[in-house]
């Protein structure tokens, strides 16, 4: 079976976000002065072959703590897995 | 004999040729490594280089530390042979796990170029070796993610088992915020492992060994290195 895989790391909550920082800063330049705690990640996609969705599930999980995120600095989650 | 030390060069490393010229220069023999090497070529220290290794795709050191070299290197820190992380090559060792914390977004989100002082923290190292504690360093940074990050619990355990290497600090060796340049938390430029014989540090020693060209705080580190490898072929 073939699966498409959303994943969404994130910077870990009270980690200096300087990115989200600069964003939050530049957003009132253009009129909104009403924005706040912007955190800035990344969206990734992929599709994988799996036998089942929640071997398809458990592979994700543990790319996304060994690859696609830095456990030290940053959290991972599946935003969403179906099949393709 | 001369201590032979190691550089390996990734694609994408910048500073590989630098670092073997500061080794020959300070009295060692050079050894270029190649980051799909099986193995290290019978060397007795580890030099990772400075650049963007595979373009720093994903994160910074993500990629490399999954490269063949990297797996020969592992078991040569776990014997105890003494690897030197520079930049880039820091942010390798910290994605490995060889090191804790790691290197994030300078907190004002640009690439700084600049001469900065150190203050040496700790002497048990293999390139610290033979500096004075509190010894103050003049050396180059050239980075874009070099703001050194890690829980606090991890900050501690570095502080109280004397595990920071180097601080940002003035001429004079005072660590302040005004002197940090990147926004590294406590100021930290350099770290050590458990053991002492694997460092990191975001500066650029090998940028620093040639009065022709800048500032000189490399030619210490580089030297020291060389006399802990001789020091351990004796023993």
């Known amino acids: 079976m073939r699966f498409a895989v959303e994943v969404l790391v994130t910077l870990k909550p009270g980690l200096a976000d300087p990115q989200g920082k600069a964003i939050e800063g530049a957003l009132p330049t253009l009129g909104w002065r009403n924005v706040s705690g912007v955190r800035m990640g990344k969206h990734l996609r992929l599709e994988l072959e799996a036998g089942s969705e929640s071997e398809a599930r458990t592979q994700v999980e543990e790319m996304a703590g060994r690859l696609l995120s830095n456990p030290v600095i940053e959290d991972s989650r599946i935003l969403e897995l179906r099949e393709a | ?235």
């Open chain 2, 1 to 235: 004999m001369s201590a032979r030390i190691g550089v390996v060069t990734f694609p994408g490393s910048l500073d590989d040729r630098d670092a073997l010229g500061a080794v020959e220069l300070m009295g060692g023999e050079g050894v270029p490594l190649w980051h799909a090497d099986p193995d290290l070529k019978e060397v007795e220290g580890v030099v990772l280089p400075g650049g963007f290794s595979y373009g720093d795709y994903l994160r910074c050191g993500a990629i490399a530390r999954f490269a063949p070299v990297m797996e020969e290197i592992r078991g040569f820190a776990t014997r105890g042979g003494p690897v030197l992380g520079i930049c880039n090559g820091f942010q390798i060792l910290c994605e490995s796990g060889l090191l804790p914390g790691a290197l994030i977004r300078n907190r004002s989100l640009r690439f700084i170029c600049r001469i900065v002082h150190l203050r040496v923290e700790t002497t048990q190292t293999p390139i610290t070796a033979d500096v004075l504690p509190g010894e103050v360093l003049e050396m180059p940074i050239k980075h874009g993610e070099g703001q050194f990050v890690a829980s606090e619990p991890d900050l501690d355990r570095l502080e109280d088992s004397g595990r920071i290497v180097f601080r940002y600090c003035g001429p004079d060796g005072d660590v302040s915020d005004a002197h940090n340049p990147n926004g590294a938390l406590r100021g930290i430029a350099g770290i050590r492992n458990e053991a002492g014989n694997v460092v990191g540090l975001m500066p650029h020693p090998e940028h620093a060994v040639d009065p022709d060209v800048g500032p000189t705080g490399g030619q210490a580190l580089f030297a020291s290195l060389l006399s802990s490898v001789m020091a351990g072929a004796g023993r």
